[in-house]
């Protein structure tokens, strides 16, 4: 029996993929409906809902700014239902609507004459169009912070080389965090102000860091993320060697904290020399490289707690141990590693690899295999990589794109430890650990897997760190005070 | 540490514009950060082409523009428009000869004309004793008897139909700070007239009324003073409630106050006197015709400034919409002209209207008329615009696409915020933000007149072709 599939096209009609991908959700949850989505018709898009099965003629001749409604049905009944309800969702009033309908500038130029002040053009719209806000935003004399990902690195390394000529800063594309004077920019955590600066080419590697520096008593002048990318080849380092200069210049900031992925060998001389230069002391976390030959006045680190400690002057390791010692059964050899951090799944990976352990991963640190379609060995995912978030919200803000993942590790009966990540902070969902907790206790049985995590956050975020932990705990989950030792306690676990 | 090193970032307290998620301004506001949301959506509705042309020619890549378009609002903003004079058109504009007609709108020849662009056509033939009846004026403008140009070719306007001809008088508004003059007719009233097709003979004898009684006594008054000076008239009309394209009332009324001293003391005859008066007070309209020669003669000196985008004439002939923009000179740019949204006179319907005409929208490009509504919100409920709580809306929106506002025009209902001045063709592809015209309503069929009022968008898609024309005079392909 073949399928019943319709769409519905609402000419200009343009909602932010978030609310949309939320709806969505809500209609494909309906009785006999196969799948829907909702979406601006741009070609990825358009590609996308081709290839879920979802676009009939009148979607397929829609347009970039035309919003499709896709819904495929064992019933031509359930189809046009999910359909109505589709459109009744989008007639739906937000929360809030009184001050929605407040006036609101269409343009950054009026955006500007209501704030003639404004010193930072946060940056969320689809990846198709982000760059051209960031062009215009730093050619209007503002900075720029491009929270959407699907931008080209050739369109990133002109918007970059453009920004240093006008002396502004583009953080992104694909930046999830900054700090900028104490202020959380999309996700990241309420820490205490104080002489530590970051520059971070990855999100979570920011919010661990600063969490920790917080967790340690330190406080954050400022975190300036850059984008996943800019220490790649093609940009060299453009934003991140601007925010390095940035904070070497401010007042405020006494060290200083660098975390990315290992650079190509000519990215990381350029900037290293740039560090031999500052008279700030800095701390290298390249994330998976190899020990390299650091200037004078930097110190090189291997792991995000490592960073924090170092930044901190702190001892470099200060190993802290479960209250009561986690053994996996012996016939459950096998760690598997369900982050929605991509960093954090990375930290994980070096802990496991440096004790010489066979590990595989889809975000492979060096040295690490890439995990194919099978897996019999340790296998670190990150789930929120591309391959799993196309056209679906990230883990953190949707904490049950993970589900899925958690059942098949917990069905396997090789796994002995399952590996968590929880982050918390502005941006993230409202109570992660709850949704978890749920979930476990719904899927669990006795003699499982056990399941170590770490709570990424502080108590001054809206989820309260400590009640996040308090969760977890109450559900037999082990919680770990920082990732790396997360991954500590899952290699005891698993030793004899 | 200066602005310099930090990029204006790190050593100022960080205030933000969000573009995309509503979620990041929420949660930034709950946090005390000063956050201005924007209404976002895909640039130029989506199209990727015109997305990219616009970021390339934008900001620093396109200084010329945003230079040449300062320029363009400082001229509009310098204007001293003063209503001097009532001339015939044979003076006023010399090249004006014998069968030639000048029309609304862009060029138009007769086999496209509209209903009652045809009605008036043959009227003013009848009028200016070139054809003996309306039937036979007809067959000689099917003929190729008459020339058609538009008005904005002589330096001059005319309200919906436009018909300008060698044998009618023409108020002269003079722009005293570039010395150029502007011409249009007389307003005729409401009910059955020209401008809205009408044909008979109680409109033509209307016209000679004008020609030969009223135009002169009103140039004579004229010529007795100094003339009108109109930029703080307008000014005075806004806080009145008139937006001078639907609404004129108060402005025909300050001018009356202005010109009843004069036309008495130049007066020959009471009887006279009494019904030029009459003539002026008994039209709320009055002031629409002056209002326009004003735009015209403010939006003259801006034509041909190199590079810029501020639109310079915006008309339609009942059949095409055409604008003409700055940095390219006196070229049109078409589309077709919409329908009217609006309401209606009792017994007429959307049935029996005509697609947009006139001149008028001049009122528009200089930032009155629908950029104004917020000063007259009871045109908002009349023209169907929505409810007068609305008005001040429209004008926001139309300040989005504007080059700046003009700070002696203001509306006080608005914190005195200035009228939306200088209609840059780049904002309008890029927000998709149509300019909102109010108009009159004609009947499409020729000679019955004026059925309702009601708002009306340009067409996006003269702006378009504008935006490459610009972009291949500067270079940007």
Redesign the interface.
Known sequence: MSDFVINDVRK?F?L?S?ALMRMSRLVAGMADVTEAAMM???PANLAIMSDAGLLAEAGAAA????LIIGVRATTNEAAEAALAEANAQLQQP?AGGGE?HA??????????K??P??????????G??A???A???I?????AMI??DNVSVAEELQLKL?ARE????VMGPDCGTSI??G????FANVVPRGEIGIVGASGTGIQEISCLIGQYGGGI??AIGVGGRDLNSEVGGISTL?AL???E???MTSRIVLVSKPPPKHVAEKVLKHLAASKKPTIVCFIGADQMTMPANTTQVFSLKAAARAALNMAADDRVEPSAPIKASADRPNIRGLFSGGTLCAEAQIVLHSSALAVQSNAPVPGVTRAGETCSSHLMLDLGDDQYTRGKPHPMIEPTVRDDAIAAALADDKVGVILIDVVIG??AHADPAGHLVEFLQKHRRANGPEIIASVTGTDGDPQNRSAQVRKLMSAAVHVAPTNADAAHWALSAIQP | MNDEESNGLLNRPVKVINIGLKGFSEELDRQGVDVTQMDWSPPAGGNLKFADLLSRLHASMAVGIDQANAEALRRMLAADPVLVDVIPASEAIPGLRDKMILHAGPPIDWDRMCGPMRGAVTGIAVFEGWAADLDSAATMAANGAFEFHPNHKFDAVGPMTGMTTVGQPLMVVENRTTGNRSYCTINEGLGKVMRFGGNDDEVLQRLRWLRDNFGPALGRALRHGEGVPLKALVARGLTMGDEMHQRNVACSSLTLRALAPALAETATDNAALAKALAFIGGNDQFFLNIAMAMGKAIMDPVRDIESSSVVTAMSRNGTDFGIRVSGTGDRWFTAPVEMPEGMYFPGYSEADANPDMGDSTIVETIGLGGFAMGASPAVAGFVGAGTASEAGKITRTMSQITVGENPEWTIPSMDYLGTATGIDVRLVVETGLAPLINTGIAHKEPGIGQVGAGVVRAPIACFEEALEALAESVGVA
Do not use: C
């Open positions: 200009g343009y932010d978030v601006m018709g741009t347009g970039g700014g035309d937000t929605n006036w609101q500038p269409r343009t950054l130029q009026t955006a500007l209501t704030m002040d404004a010193n930072l053009a946060l940056i969320s719209v689809p198709d169009f760059v051209a806000e062009r215009k935003a050619r209007l004399g503002l900075n929270f959407s453009e006008l002396g502004r800063l900028i004077g202020i959380p920019l999309a002048s400022h601007m200069q940035a904070l210049a401010d007042a502005y941006g």
